[in-house]
């Protein structure tokens, strides 16, 4: 069975594009794939954040991954400072990988506007830890939304410099989108994003979710009710492909043209199909709260289980880089 790796980060609220974009995707991998899914705290240090909030974040992020779908039966879920070969495998990952390379990724460079007064080495370096996640399974696929696919394709050159400089040792993976990739934020300007005030949460009871959706920005043509609008440019429709069967969307993609419907209806119908996809998601978060060691043993079991993977690679590294003692003749 191939390998998949993925991540996600507990860096606040999980919202409807982490959703959509990864984690639903995910647990659909997991019947044709082995999997391998993480938290990626040390990726979320790369910004500022409370420390007394994060053990909270990771066990948050943790439970909604396993509330998706994404149980120890069917894949791995740890946390990555539990696996500390993914540090080290990205040390030397750093010693194949150019700086400019580095600056040039779009997420350091929007992260970096963002967080002008703290524009550590570690948001640069970010993509190389995410290399070091995926290429410590030598995972084959790496499921993400839009924004990650520049990083797996630096993922890609760090392994073909590793390979040409100390021979072949891991494959170059390959990104797996999902078929609603890059979900925008209710501002309708930035993608949905933990960090901008802009999510739908998952874990948003029905009433957020419904004003949320209501005060959403939609279709810049269709100022009034009577104005035909564009679905291709509204960021509703777009959720809409996520969350609604094809006759609704055949519904409301003719609605929206031909001003047959206006946009609190095409709303409505959103609301009504999210809602009903998230409920169930609500209420195994909530039964999984109530078993209170269920997490810790799941992540405990999961790191075990990554770690065996991990530790054979990093001695296989080791190796390759010339640094493993040989045993004395
Ligand atoms: N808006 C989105 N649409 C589709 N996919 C998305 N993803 C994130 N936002 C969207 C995908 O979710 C996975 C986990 O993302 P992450 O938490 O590791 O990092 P991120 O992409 O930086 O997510 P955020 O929400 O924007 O977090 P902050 O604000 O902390 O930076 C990834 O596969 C990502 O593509």
Redesign the pocket.
């Known amino acids: 069975m191939e390998r998949i790796f993925?991540?996600?980060?507990p860096?606040?609220e999980i919202?409807i594009?982490?959703y959509?974009?990864?984690?639903r995707n995910w647990v659909r991998l997991v019947d044709q794939y082995e999997c391998i899914y993480c938290v990626?705290d040390y990726?979320?240090i790369t910004?500022e954040y409370e420390v007394a909030l994060m053990q909270r974040r990771i066990l948050e992020t943790a439970t909604i991954l396993l509330a998706c779908g994404l149980t120890p039966e069917k894949c791995i879920v740890f946390v990555q400072s539990h696996v500390p070969e993914h540090t080290e495998l990205a040390w030397i990952f750093n010693c194949v990988t150019p700086i400019g390379e580095l600056e040039r990724m779009t997420?350091f460079k929007e992260?970096a506007k963002q967080h002008r007064q703290n524009i550590n080495m570690g948001l640069l370096d970010y993509p190389v830890l995410q290399a070091a996640d995926i290429l410590i399974y030598k995972a084959g696929y790496v499921?993400?939304?839009?924004?990650?696919v520049q990083h797996v394709e630096l993922c890609r050159d760090i392994a073909r410099k590793f390979n040409a400089r100390f021979g072949l040792t891991f494959p170059e993976p390959q990104v797996l989108l999902s078929a609603?990739?890059?979900?925008?934020?209710t501002d309708g300007q930035a993608?949905?994003?933990?960090?901008?005030n802009n999510?739908i949460g998952l874990l948003d009871p029905p009433s957020v979710i419904w004003e949320k959706l209501r005060t959403a920005v939609t279709c810049p043509h269709r100022e009034k009710r009577y104005d035909p609008g564009h679905p291709e440019h509204c960021n509703i429709y777009t959720m809409h492909t996520a969350f609604s069967k094809p006759d609704q969307l055949e519904y409301v993609e003719k609605g929206c043209r031909t001003a047959a419907i206006g946009c609190i209806e095409c709303k409505e119908i959103l609301s009504k199909n999210m809602i009903e996809e998230l409920i169930p998601i609500q209420d195994r978060v909530k039964a999984i709260n109530e078993k209170s060691h269920y997490i810790h043993e799941v992540l405990t079991s999961g790191a075990d289980r990554a770690r065996a993977i991990a530790q054979k690679v990093m001695e296989e590294v080791r190796t390759k880089i010339g640094v493993k003692f040989r045993p004395q003749e």
């Open positions: 993925s991540g996600i980060q860096s606040g919202h594009g982490n959509v974009g990864a984690i990626v990726h979320a910004v997420q992260k499921p993400v939304g839009e924004d990650q609603a990739p890059r979900i925008l934020g993608k949905m994003s933990k960090s901008m999510t």
